[in-house]
């Protein structure tokens, strides 16, 4: 079981750069892989990037690689989100979200996670 709490957001101009932290309670971090979603007013929620428990694999949507890095410090309990290139269209809440040692899963959909935080709102101005 862990608590995640996010943090960063804030508002940014197109092609601007912003970083968003999730720190993690508890003491097996290192055991949970780790994913970002977001979800813009009327939409569902969408996968943005994961990486896994052994930090061995990355995974993000078509619609961010090449512009956002996941990345995660098991020393710190933190994972974070790197967004450069931001654009109008990732204007969104964005959600952190763990599952515990996920043998099998693409770590890409909302219901591979079982623990999620509040969000932290990122607006991107044109």
């Known amino acids: 079981q862990v608590q995640l709490v996010e943090s960063g957001g804030g508002l940014v101009q197109t092609g601007g750069s912003l970083r968003l932290s999730c720190a993690a309670s508890g003491r097996t971090f290192s055991n949970y892989a780790m994913g970002w979603f977001r979800q813009a007013p009327g939409k569902v929620r969408e996968f943005v990037a994961a990486i896994s428990w052994t930090g061995g694999s990355t995974y993000y949507a078509d619609s961010v690689k090449g512009r956002f890095t996941i990345s995660r410090d098991n020393a710190k309990n933190t994972v974070y989100l790197q967004m450069n290139s931001l654009k109008p269209e990732d204007t969104a809440v964005y959600y952190c979200?763990?599952?515990?040692?996920?043998?099998?899963?693409?770590?890409?959909?909302?219901?591979?996670?079982?623990?999620w935080g509040q969000g932290t709102q990122v607006t991107v101005s044109s």
């Open positions: 979200a763990a599952v515990y040692r996920p043998y099998g899963s693409t770590l890409k959909a909302v219901s591979d996670y079982d623990y």
